[in-house]
């Protein structure tokens, strides 16, 4: 997640998303923290070259690559979570993904993990600008909803048990969504697999 907002939820406090909707997400702020599990191994086991961490929050994935000899960096928006990867011992930028980031054009991976291809409310216009991030070949590792979300462009604010934020935009992508969303940035589905409950993708560049 890239946004201040989550600052909370990036310390580990208890959150979750209030959708303008009235629908309420419930967020993953202990696997946010923790070391990477089963199911983000799927992620980790695909990026065999430099990879680019959008949104890295605490860092558990950018210090898990860089402990593996994979070329890693994080950008992040948040200075909190920038801090909390540094502290892992990895590399981090507290950069918005829309600004300039080294390496353009040469990242052999870009991931989206932890639902980071929301970022904006606008999943095409996030996945264009990854598209311009990535070598030829290179490719979007990214974490989707279930299956039956679609897309979804809506209004979110974070909500805890004392407090509530101020509403941004955020979109939600689910595979029934991605076909789409992929074909108008300009990316290939290569593969869409599940584990542990949780969904991802790899978005191949041409």
């Not at 310390?11 to 702020?29: D, Q």
């Not at 950018?62 to 990895?90: H, K, M, Q």
């Not at 490719?139 to 048990?161: C, H, K, Y």
């Amino acid at each position: 997640m890239t946004t201040t907002e989550f600052d909370p939820g990036l310390l580990g406090e208890h959150c979750w998303l209030e959708c303008a909707n009235g629908e309420r997400v419930m967020l993953p702020v202990t696997r946010w923290r923790d070391d990477p599990d089963s199911a983000d191994e799927l992620l980790l086991a695909a990026c065999l070259g430099p990879t680019l961490d959008v949104g890295c929050g605490p860092g558990r994935l950018v210090d898990a690559l860089v402990r593996r000899g994979v070329i890693a960096l994080g950008v992040d928006v948040s200075p909190v979570a920038v801090e909390l990867t540094t502290a892992r011992g990895a590399p981090a930028l507290c950069r918005n993904v829309f600004d300039h980031i080294p390496g353009e054009g040469r990242w052999r991976h870009v991931l989206l993990a932890d639902g980071n291809i929301g970022i904006g409310g606008d999943p095409v216009a996030l996945l264009r600008r990854v598209r311009e991030l990535l070598r030829p070949g290179g490719s979007a590792l990214t974490e989707l909803d279930p299956p039956g979300t679609g897309l979804r462009r809506q209004q979110v604010r974070l909500s805890s048990v004392d407090s509530s934020g101020g509403w941004f935009d955020w979109a939600r992508v689910g595979p029934d969504g991605l076909d789409r969303t992929a074909a108008e940035a300009g990316l290939d589905i290569r593969w869409l697999n599940e584990r542990g409950g949780r969904w991802f993708a790899e978005l191949q560049r041409s």
